[in-house]
């Protein structure tokens, strides 16, 4: 099972840390992402991280803002989110597959939505 946590409202600049927690450790060898979907909108790619951790990929309009991690001894992926904006207003998700895709189709497994707010 995969859990996502961390989101809430924060003013634009502000900064969050997303959390993706695999309380069983089912998917410490699978690549995890994470999507957000905005009101309206479809499902869009954010960032991904390898098993090992030391393979990164990220949507062109979040990076440099936004850096995924992981601990695979606490079985949790991170993604710290600085100089938030209002459109990264959305509800965020962690997905996990065997294999890294830019694609939300192609992701099997997925956890509930954390919503992140960004306001003043």
């Known amino acids: 099972q995969l859990q996502a946590s961390g989101g809430g409202l924060v003013q634009p600049g502000g900064s969050l840390r997303l959390s993706c927690s695999d309380s069983?450790?089912?998917?410490?060898?699978?690549?995890t992402a994470w999507f957000r979907q905005a009101p309206g909108k479809e499902r869009e790619f954010v960032a991904a991280?390898?098993?090992?951790?030391?393979?990164?990929w990220y949507s062109d309009s979040m990076k440099g803002r936004f850096t995924i991690s992981r601990d695979n001894d606490k079985n949790a992926v991170y993604l710290q989110m600085n100089v938030l904006e209002s459109e990264d207003t959305a509800v965020y998700y962690c997905?996990?597959?065997?294999?890294?895709?830019?694609?939300?189709?192609?992701?099997?497994?997925w956890g509930q939505g954390t919503q992140v707010t960004v306001s003043s």
């Open positions: 997905a996990a597959d065997s294999v890294f895709s830019w694609r939300v189709e192609q992701y099997q497994y």
């Open positions: 069983e450790g089912t998917f410490t060898y699978y690549v």
């Open positions: 991280v390898n098993w090992k951790g030391d393979m990164k």
